[in-house]
Nanobody, 120 residues
């Protein structure tokens, strides 16, 4: 099982980025995918999740209305579209496989993360 994030970088406040999470060793048809983020000195924060059961998505209040998670099961890739970015969105973003097809927030495999930096 492997998860590889990409798409991070430096963006100005108000800008957009799209992160990708390429999965291998399993199929997205069977597992939900969580997105987390972490900044130094802070606890890891759950950003959002997409279930494989019915494609439902869930978001933290801090990103609701600005971030969108989608899945391309043919490519076995999940995306995190981030719009209206704020400096406080600066973090390392991780995708993780949930232990279920539903969003239980119980990840069992993690990617190595991709850094997003939002300048003011």
């Amino acid at each position: 099982v492997q998860l590889v994030e990409s798409g991070g970088g430096l963006v100005q406040a108000g800008g957009s980025l799209r992160l990708s999470c390429a999965a291998s060793g399993f199929t997205l048809d069977d597992y939900a995918i969580n997105w987390f983020r972490q900044t130094p000195g802070k606890e890891r924060e759950g950003v959002g999740c997409i279930s494989s059961g019915d494609g439902s998505t869930y978001y933290a209040d801090s990103v609701k209305g600005r971030f969108t998670i989608s899945s391309d099961n043919a490519r076995n890739t999940v995306y995190l579209q981030m719009n209206s970015l704020k400096p406080e969105d600066t973090a390392v973003y991780y995708c993780a496989r949930d232990g279920s097809s539903w969003c239980l927030w119980a990840p069992d495999y993690w990617g190595k993360g991709t850094l997003v930096t939002v300048s003011s």
